[in-house]
């Protein structure tokens, strides 16, 4: 039986067990690596040396995990700083354009690729807000006071910012839709 994420963080603060923490690591390295891969716009390197940086932090931090919100949901704020750093660092900002999918482009004729290629410039319509609140929510699977807590955002505001997102995304992904 796999110990849990408790008890895995007792083990690394109090007996000073590595392979505790390693354990941690790889149990939400994919979940930190997709969030930071989901903000900077595809960029691999960046996103691996930002998750690299929030699990250094979160090691030098662990002591302090008061267990207020899940260790997953701790770590992507974490990751959501350093991102927010790294950010403000660069000049010019980071681009809002996915650099896998050039603009104009179309890939292959697959439905399913229309689909994807749609989506994603779908996606690029919407506000950094609303795209990281809906990835946040969709692809990481974390609720509504988790996304707040995370962002540090009022929980209507969280809402609001899914609620606007959804409604832009359902009407700019209307063709898809046979029933509209």
């Given at each position: 039986?796999?110990?849990?994420?408790?008890?895995?963080?007792?083990?690394?603060?109090?007996?000073?067990?590595?392979?505790?923490?390693?354990?941690?690591?790889?149990?939400?390295?994919?979940?930190?690596?997709?969030?930071?891969?989901?903000?900077?716009?595809?960029?691999?390197?960046?996103?691996?040396?930002l998750a690299q940086d929030t699990f250094v932090q979160a090691y030098r931090s662990l002591a302090g995990f008061r267990g207020d919100s899940g260790f997953?949901?701790?770590?992507?704020?974490?990751?959501?700083?350093?991102?927010?750093?790294?950010?403000?660092?660069?000049?010019?900002?980071?681009?809002?354009?996915?650099?896998?999918?050039?603009?104009?482009?179309?890939?292959?004729?697959?439905?399913?690729?229309?689909?994807?290629?749609?989506?994603?410039?779908?996606?690029?319509?919407?506000?950094?807000?609303?795209?990281?609140?809906?990835?946040?929510?969709?692809?990481?699977?974390?609720?509504?006071?988790?996304?707040?807590?995370?962002?540090?955002?009022?929980?209507?505001?969280?809402?609001?910012?899914?609620?606007?997102?959804?409604?832009?995304?359902?009407?700019?992904?209307?063709?898809?839709?046979?029933?509209?």
């Amino acid at each position: 039986m796999n110990p849990s994420d408790a008890a895995l963080i007792s083990q690394a603060v109090a007996a000073g067990d590595p392979a505790a923490y390693g354990e941690l690591v790889l149990r939400h390295q994919s979940a930190v690596r997709q969030f930071l891969r989901h903000l900077a716009r595809g960029d691999a390197a960046l996103a691996d040396d930002l998750a690299q940086d929030t699990f250094v932090q979160a090691y030098r931090s662990l002591a302090g995990f008061r267990g207020d919100s899940g260790f997953r949901t701790w770590l992507l704020g974490i990751a959501h700083n350093r991102w927010r750093n790294a950010r403000r660092q660069q000049r010019p900002q980071l681009p809002l354009d996915d650099p896998r999918v050039p603009e104009g482009s179309v890939p292959a004729a697959a439905a399913n690729s229309d689909l994807r290629h749609d989506l994603t410039a779908a996606l690029r319509q919407l506000s950094p807000d609303e795209q990281t609140v809906l990835h946040l929510g969709y692809q990481q699977g974390l609720t509504h006071p988790e996304i707040a807590t995370l962002l540090d955002l009022p929980l209507g505001t969280v809402k609001t910012h899914l609620t606007r997102g959804k409604a832009k995304l359902r009407e700019l992904l209307a063709p898809w839709n046979p029933n509209t």
